[in-house]
């Protein structure tokens, strides 16, 4: 995995016994080498228990919002490859995935079971045109980090979450491009697939996606605003859950970012509690029992890189995002 920062996630709920729908996007009717605009003037695309909604302009033959696609054209800049994917192909070399493309907030609407629920996650990397674009520059959007490569640019999604209408306040931030490092050998723009973890916006009827960048002009960002989705999974159907409670109120982690060893400071240690280390891509690296608030974990072996670190009672759970430097 390629170097890369989330903003601190706080995972909002523990699932027993859930069940969940994955989205794909692999039944599409997309043939090979190409896309799926909207130009069929439908409206969207639904796959398993979300539908994506889409905007196609028929004067300019263009779409805002969602499309799907399996272009893997990973070299040729600008507008005219919109749809490719930077990695080659969708995530775990699967053929298709979502594009999103769009200057002003767009939403994801969950169907079925899955409203009102929490939303796990999905996987998402850079169009082949904002990579190379942020990259080399173009002659719409400059070079991210500017000629010196110390100009602090980035390129950044957030993503919120409606339930009954109402804007939930929390939200959850990925940085597709950051030029912010004091050690600009840090910057990255992402260029793998990459695990959101959305769980902390609670439950949701709908999912809305908003792009910014530091390169703005005139008429807005200058920055292709595109981000692509695979592998999305909601959930459908919950039989038991945990109380959540909020990393900033019941659980400290410290050195943040660490080296060899963290320790924890938490309101919610008991008898059962348990530490568990994750990847960002939902892999469990570490899992032992927390006795005590002077006890180390040891984070020697693990890469340079972002985890999520949880502690779990029998009845509660909390989460917190650390770096291992």
């Known amino acids: 995995m390629k170097k890369h920062l989330l903003s601190t996630l706080l995972c909002l709920t523990t699932l027993i016994g859930a069940a969940q729908t994955l989205s794909d996007f692999e039944t599409q009717p997309v043939l090979a080498d190409s896309f799926l605009n909207g130009s069929d003037l439908l409206g969207g695309f639904q ?40 990695t080659g ?4 070399q699967s053929s298709n995935f979502a594009v999103f493309f769009s200057s002003s907030p767009r939403i994801l ?38 000629v010196t490569g110390a100009d602090p640019d980035y390129f950044l999604l957030t993503i919120k979450g409606y339930q009954g209408g109402e804007l939930l306040a929390d939200s959850v931030d990925f940085y597709l491009a950051d030029y912010r490092f004091e050690d600009n050998s840090e910057d990255y723009i992402v260029k793998d697939w990459t695990f959101v973890d959305l769980m902390s916006l609670g439950p949701v009827d709908s999912l809305i996606f908003s792009l910014s960048s530091t390169d703005n002009g005139q008429y807005g960002m200058n920055t292709p605003a595109y981000f692509l989705m695979d592998n999305l999974k909601t959930t459908d159907g919950v039989t038991a859950t945990k109380e959540v409670v909020s990393a900033r109120e019941w659980m400290r982690v410290y050195p943040n970012p660490s ?20 990847s960002l891509d939902g892999s469990l690296l570490l899992k032992e029992r927390y006795r005590n608030e002077g006890q180390r974990i040891d984070v020697q072996t693990l890469p340079k890189g972002s985890y999520m670190i949880r502690l779990e009672t029998a009845e509660k759970v909390s989460s917190q995002l650390f770096i291992k430097s």
């Open 259 to 278: 080296t060899n060893f963290l320790q924890i400071r938490s309101a919610l240690v008991d008898e059962t509690s348990i530490i568990s280390i994750y």
């Open 89 to 92: 192909g969708g995530y775990d």
């Open 47 to 86: 796959d398993g228990n979300i539908f994506l909604p889409n905007s196609f302009n028929t004067q300019y033959n263009s779409f805002s919002g969602w499309a799907i696609s399996n272009q893997a054209d990973t070299l040729t800049p600008g507008y005219l490859n919109q749809h490719s994917s930077i």
């Open 109 to 146: 609407e969950l169907r079925n079971e899955a409203v009102g629920k929490p939303v796990e996650g999905f996987y998402i990397t850079n169009s082949t045109y904002a990579y190379l674009s942020m990259l080399d520059g173009d002659g719409f959007a400059k070079k991210f980090g500017g």
